[in-house]
């Protein structure tokens, strides 16, 4: 492992989350973004869009274009996820994230902990957002409360001073990694441009993912074609529905 891979895992540890800057093209993730806005658009993917027109989540992104399997077994983020999951971790959920022009800031949140009374004190997801444009203080850059992954809350306490959440900035084709402990949130856009991210999910093997309302299971036609390191990430039940294959609690 090198040294910037030993940095990005001892900053994660320690602050909750880690930037990796220019992880993929910029070209390649701009045309990423044109394609998730193309589907965002798209009738037929009405079903799986969470959200309003100023903010939405596009499940199953796994299933949809291939191209993100780049992004989902990138060496890097896939490090970084084994390192605090264990070997055998899996991708779960590639989702698409835009958020337009005059989105208001989303919710503060931290992931995934539906199920717990106090959240566990060992990491039970590594969550990524692949910065398909540029992510600015002005454009919506996802922002996270530093060591907050630390304070075994499964939600934000009320009061929490706005000012301590941070805006993690980079350019197209960066990826910002968080422990899904740290409270986090969609901010405002207050650009006129379009923020695209792609978020992808890494969980052990032991995590019950119906928790997350909208996460798809991956196809067993898209597992056919998948090369074999993201096979090696994609272990587990294949099928069409989440009723197919998640317990539902
Ligand atoms: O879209 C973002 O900036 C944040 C995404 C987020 O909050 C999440 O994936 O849990």
């Known amino acids: 492992m090198d040294d910037q891979i030993k940095e990005a895992i001892a900053h994660l540890d320690t602050y909750g989350y880690c930037l990796l800057e220019d992880r993929i093209p910029a070209a390649v993730a701009c045309d990423l973004a044109k394609r998730c806005l193309e589907v965002h658009a798209d009738p037929q ?38 390192h605090f999951l264990g070997p055998h971790c899996r991708v779960v959920e590639a989702c698409s994230k835009p ?43 996802t922002g996270v409360v530093p060591m907050s ?15 301590l959440i941070r805006p993690i900035t980079g350019r197209a084709g ?17 650009s006129s441009q379009i923020r695209v991210g792609l978020n992808i999910a890494y969980y052990p093997r032991w995590f019950n993912n119906w928790v997350e309302g909208g996460h798809q299971p991956v196809w067993p036609e898209t597992y056919e074609r998948m090369p074999p390191q993201m096979k090696q990430l994609c272990t587990g039940k294949l099928g069409r529905s989440r009723a197919e294959l998640y317990e539902e609690r």
């Open 45 to 82: 993917y009405k079903s799986l869009i969470h959200g309003d027109q100023h903010y939405q989540t596009l499940f199953g992104m796994v299933n949809i274009d291939d191209r993100v399997w780049q992004c989902a077994s990138h060496p890097d983020t896939v490090a970084i996820a084994r």
């Open 99 to 141: 958020t337009w022009p005059g989105a208001p800031a989303q919710a503060l949140h931290v992931d995934s902990a539906g199920n717990f009374n106090q959240v566990p004190d060992v990491p039970w997801m590594i969550n990524t957002i692949w910065m398909l444009t540029d992510f600015t203080v002005e454009n919506g850059a």
């Open 149 to 163: 992954h630390r304070s075994r809350c499964k939600r934000p306490p009320d009061n929490l001073d706005p000012s």
């Open 174 to 190: 960066s990826v910002m990694l968080w422990h899904g402990g740290a409270f986090h949130v969609a901010r405002a856009n207050t």
